[in-house]
């Protein structure tokens, strides 16, 4: 099993600066992929951004040019670091792992954290 805590979201004005972390603990394999997906009432959640073990990066469209996903492999945790927030990316924000054992396939979210852009 693994927990994953996030920290970071709040309110924030057009044109700043938030940063979200994600702790993950537990029985946790050396290749995996942390992201952040998300989601506003009435819409499919969608991928923001992902990153590998080996530091491969998946960017939304969206966010291209004003999000910065990292992890700190030692410390089991991933960043995103979103810059120049616009209104629309008001939703709230999850953290996800998936690892994988041969075909067995786990995937993990945690509790997720609002993040409000609104002068």
């Known amino acids: 099993q693994v927990q994953l805590v996030e920290s970071g979201g709040g309110l924030v004005q057009p044109g700043g600066s938030l940063r979200l972390s994600c702790a993950a603990s537990g029985s946790i394999f050396s290749i995996n992929t942390m992201g952040w997906y998300r989601q506003v009432p009435g819409k499919q959640r969608e991928l923001v951004a992902a990153?590998?073990?080996?530091?491969?990066?998946n960017i939304a469209d969206s966010v291209k040019g004003r999000f910065i996903i990292s992890r700190d492999k030692a410390k089991n945790t991933v960043y995103l670091q979103m810059n120049s927030l616009k209104p629309e990316d008001t939703a709230v924000y999850s953290c996800n792992l998936v690892q994988n054992r041969g075909l067995d396939w786990y995937d993990y979210w945690g509790q997720g954290t609002q993040v409000t852009v609104s002068s």
């Open positions: 990153i590998t073990s080996d530091g491969s990066t």
